[in-house]
């Protein structure tokens, strides 16, 4: 048996996110969606054309409906309504419409793909992975949450100490979006942690630019091109890849975790090991501040959860 990829939305992340995908090779079929009339379609002709770039036999599958999809081992969940370009919005205001979205894919997929890994994209990502998981019951759920923030973090780290990226390890933690923060006591740079490196090279760095660039850049690239594209989408594969390889890779996913203060598990981000299994994650070696900012992050995507069954009327 093959692995076979879904990959639902086929806007202006869900197609670049479906051709690096592609491009690794990872699955024998590929099925894409999208309730756009003939958008699939017309997707599924140029990847059918990539194949023949890159002489790889595959089996394109294009659908209307998201109930089409069957027999899916991982389902990439990219639908929904994107903030707009040049108005002050946040991520946060996308949950109404977007509930309903994930809502409906929630109730009519699993069914058709008992088997299947999913991986949520729609925004507010750890909120809408919360929502998916509840209404799916689907055991692997998680969100890309702060992983492509944390891609955002090591590139502004490495510019603002003039080093190569390659040499900045660590992660962002808590809340994809505007209250996204870096949890420095993961970084390090040339294989030493932040504080120690600073120290011996009498480099100085300004975190605070570090967490406005990782909180304000995607706004400025939405602004001047209309999305973020290929930035998001590298990160998903990193994701998409360790779990159907069984990598085992430390990646800063939203996962279903048990949170002080809150009455069920929500979807929030801690650093973890990501496989065919989630875990084990760090929670236990953070620091007491960073694993505070963590809870707090977790209340607020409470609250989008709660706004959003709301909006689908199950709450």
Known sequence: MGTHIAVVGNGRIGRPTAYTLFNERLADEFSLVDVKP??????????????ASLRYDIEINTYEEDEGVTGAD???????????????MDRRELVGANAEIINFIAEVMPANNPDARWVIVTNPVDAMATLFKKVSGADFVIGTGDHPDTLRMRTKISMELGIPVSKVDGFVGGEHGSSAFPLWSTVKVDGKPLDEYLTETGKELNREAVVSYVRGVSKKIVD??????????????????SILEDRGEVYSISQSLEMPGLPEPINVNVPTKVGKTIGPNIWDDLPRNEKAYIIEASQAIYANYQTGLKAVGKA
Request: glycine share 14%; charged share 20%.
């Open 38 to 51: 003939r958008q699939a379609w017309a997707f599924g002709e140029e990847l059918r054309h990539v194949a």
């Open 74 to 88: 991982l389902v990439v969940v990219c639908p929904g309504k994107p903030r707009i370009p040049g108005v002050q």
């Open 224 to 241: 001047i091109i209309g999305g973020t594209e290929v930035g998001p989408a590298a990160g998903f594969r990193d994701i998409v890849r």
